[in-house]
């Protein structure tokens, strides 16, 4: 699913909330390459990864090491991913 579906689908599902504004100020976890990935019990951790910022070209000489640790709960991804109107989301621990 691509990154700006998966906002939208949270839009509809969730409005009036800060999860839609902390999504995209964390964009980057999701459109870089070459993160480092570990997961333990239910949550992936993400820390860093390679891309250029989310208002820039693809220029070569806008590419930037990320500075940034991620952790995922893993079963509210899945289920806003698979399921049509997703319900039993822990909307408070999706992106921690």
């Not at 409005?15 to 100020?25: D, H, P, R, V, W």
């Not at 570990?38 to 250029?52: F, K, N, P, R, S």
């Not at 208002?55 to 500075?67: L, V």
Request: aromatic fraction near 10%; hydrophobic fraction near 35%.
């Amino acid at each position: 699913m691509p990154f700006a579906d998966m906002v939208g689908k949270i839009e509809n599902l969730k409005k009036g909330t800060g999860l839609i504004a902390e999504l995209k100020a964390y964009e980057t976890v999701f459109r870089n390459s070459n993160p480092l990935v570990t997961q333990e019990g239910e949550y992936a951790y993400l820390v860093g990864g390679y891309g250029t910022p989310i208002d820039s070209t693809q220029d070569s000489s806008a590419y930037q090491t990320f500075g940034q640790v991620t952790k995922i709960y893993e079963p509210s991804v899945i289920r806003l991913i698979t399921e049509a109107k997703p319900t039993s989301i822990d909307w408070d621990n999706i992106l921690v």
